[in-house]
């Protein structure tokens, strides 16, 4: 079974700068490991990430269109990547279609990326410098 | 200050049943209050929502085009209707564009709706039905 957690909410944002500046004037606090094309904010046991949209396209191997509603992506954590592994081929059998195959990433991570029913995109990942309690929320920063 | 949680995550969907099937063949539990428009998904202190594509529409009165990825809306929740007329005024202040200014809902609540750059989409809401812990985190099922 996939557990029923949204670790991350990424927001694909075509300038980083105003969007956080928007953030920032609704008085939200960033949290440590931004950069040029990645923002954090710690949510309650989740983080939500504001992201470059040429990043994310690059990430995805997708055109983002223009859009009606902003273009966004939803993760979910493991403590291993024996949980990516799984979570990857439950939703494949679920129906889903495969966007990347669970494998390294850059950050040092395991990820995969399946897109369920309507094109909402689903991360499986594992990031070993984020330690998960024992009901799956995310303990550290980023 | 807005607070950083996200007490709501709306996914838009073509087809109920088909999306039902889906998160059901990943082993998720549906939530009481759900009809033929929409299904509610317990997470860690907030739910996940699939909603019928054109029921969104309605609401937002909006289209929703052909997209890359899903359409997604965002929403906090607040324990009294004031909280969601500050955050809207914030958002306001702050550069979003008002979609719905803060009104009374069908369903007994208290909303309101703006969009962030980029057109994502957040809801400020009262939900007189869902008692909030001390930290924002949802009690109660929808």
Redesign the interface.
């Known amino acids: ?2 557990p ?3 670790t991350m ?1 990424t ?5 980083l700068t ?2 956080r ?3 920032a ?5 960033e949290a440590e490991g931004g950069n040029d094309t990645i923002a954090f ?6 983080f ?1 990430a504001l992201y470059l ?1 040429e990043a994310l396209t690059t990430d995805l191997g ?13 993760a979910t954590n493991y403590s291993a990547r024996e949980g990516v592994d799984a979570a990857y081929q ?2 494949l ?4 279609i495969a966007i990347s195959e669970p494998e390294e990433t850059e950050w040092g991570g395991y990820s995969a990326m399946i897109a ?6 689903w991360e499986y990942a594992h990031n070993p410098f984020w330690e998960l309690d024992d ?3 995310i303990k550290g920063e980023p």
Do not use: C, N
């Open positions: 079974m996939t029923q957690r949204v909410i927001l694909s944002v075509a300038d105003v969007s500046r928007f953030y004037a609704l008085g939200w606090q904010y710690k949510l309650h046991g989740q939500l949209r997708l055109p983002i269109k223009e859009m009606t509603t902003g273009s966004i992506t939803l439950t939703a059998d679920a129906g889903a369920g029913p309507d094109g909402h995109l009901s799956g929320i």
